[in-house]
């Protein structure tokens, strides 16, 4: 089993920048694929982000192509989600999600097909 929590979260004004962070304890996370969700008020959880156990991979929903980098580190048991150009409608809060995976090519976006998820962190961009 895999524990996961979040960081990084907090308020800024749009156009700025933040960088979430999500540490895993418990496993080694290189055998872990990760995913970043969030859910705003009022909404349905949905997808941001997924990347591979190998990190060569990242699949990025429309809403934050371009904007939104997912890196990871496996040597640090970490991956980071850099927000770059945020607008008011990315507020929500952001969760990371693994799975266990032998596929280290493989990316996965559906809620459903993670069993860990971190706490969740707050991101609040005004206008």
């Known amino acids: 089993q895999v524990q996961l929590v979040e960081s990084g979260g907090g308020l800024v004004q749009a156009g700025g920048s933040l960088r979430l962070s999500c540490a895993a304890s418990g496993r080694t996370f290189s055998s872990y694929a990760v995913g970043w969700f969030r859910q705003a008020p009022g909404k349905e959880r949905e997808f941001v982000a997924a990347i591979s156990v190998s990190g060569g991979i990242t699949y990025y929903a429309e809403t934050v192509r371009g904007r939104f980098t997912f890196s990871r580190d496996n040597a640090k048991n970490t991956v980071y989600l850099q927000m770059n150009s945020l607008k008011p409608e990315d507020t929500a809060v952001y969760y990371c999600?693994?799975?266990?995976?032998?596929?280290?090519?493989?990316?996965?976006?559906?809620?459903?097909?993670?069993?860990?998820w971190g706490q969740g962190s707050q991101v609040t961009v005004s206008s």
């Open positions: 999600a693994a799975r266990y995976t032998f596929a280290r090519g493989s990316y996965y976006y559906g809620a459903y097909e993670y069993a860990y």
